[in-house]
């Protein structure tokens, strides 16, 4: 049985993963408005992930016998400087939910609630991947630079890693 802390941490990640998924629809619009295919793909993929990862902690309070409630999200942020920055704060963003799964993970411990603390072990590597992918992709876009011109490059770097992302989500190692 899971204690009410954690069963309100849980929900309040819910609301986490929820805010994830809507920003990063919304960095989608902001990327498809402007023909930016490659990264629209990326992102409105990265927004079906979240909408996934917050619906895996649903059903786990569910099948735990606890309340699972939809979260109310806040609007996200709709207009962006530049393509750079929406990837930074996608990092940012990252970076806050994977603090967010290691305080559930301490808690986990701390009521020695085994259960939970296997089932957080999938957010844990999930975050670790994720990190890595959005900062590879800032290193690319640091790379290849941000003039106008070199738009057209980072969009098609991010179609080709879109591609893999859906290769490997086929193959079962995503
Ligand atoms: Fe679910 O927040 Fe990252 O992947």
Same mark, same amino acid.
């Given at each position: 049985m899971?204690?009410?802390?954690?069963?309100? +941490?849980? /929900?309040?990640?819910? #609301?986490?993963?929820?805010?994830?998924?809507?920003?990063?629809?919304?960095? +989608? #619009? &902001?990327f498809d408005n402007r023909s930016l295919k490659g990264c629209?793909?990326?992102m409105y993929r990265q927004s079906g992930e @979240?909408?996934?990862?917050?619906?895996?902690?649903?059903?786990?309070?569910? @099948?735990?016998?606890? /309340? +699972?409630?939809?979260?109310?999200?806040?609007?996200?942020e709709s207009e962006f400087k530049d393509v750079k920055s929406i990837f930074e704060e996608s990092l940012a963003q990252e970076q806050r939910v994977t603090k967010s799964i290691n305080d559930l993970v301490e808690l986990?411990?701390? @009521?020695?609630?085994?259960?939970?603390?296997?089932?957080?072990? &999938?957010?844990v590597i999930?975050?670790?991947?994720?990190e890595n992918l959005i900062r590879t992709i800032l290193?690319?876009?640091?790379?290849? #630079?941000?003039?106008?011109?070199?738009?057209?490059?980072?969009?098609?770097?991010?179609e080709a890693i879109n591609k893999a992302q859906v290769a490997a989500e086929q193959r079962g190692t995503k």
């Open positions: 899971l204690s009410d802390k954690m069963v309100d +941490a849980l /929900n309040e990640q819910i #609301g986490m993963e929820g805010y994830s998924s809507f920003s990063y629809l919304s960095m +989608a #619009g &902001w629209a793909a990326f @979240e909408h996934g990862h917050m619906m895996k902690i649903f059903h786990y309070l569910l @099948e735990m016998n606890a /309340n +699972a409630i939809s979260p109310a999200i806040q609007k996200p986990a411990i701390k @009521e020695s609630d085994h259960a939970t603390y296997a089932f957080l072990q &999938w957010y999930e975050q670790r991947e994720e290193d690319k876009i640091n790379l290849i #630079g941000e003039g106008s011109q070199s738009l057209y490059f980072i969009d098609k770097e991010l």
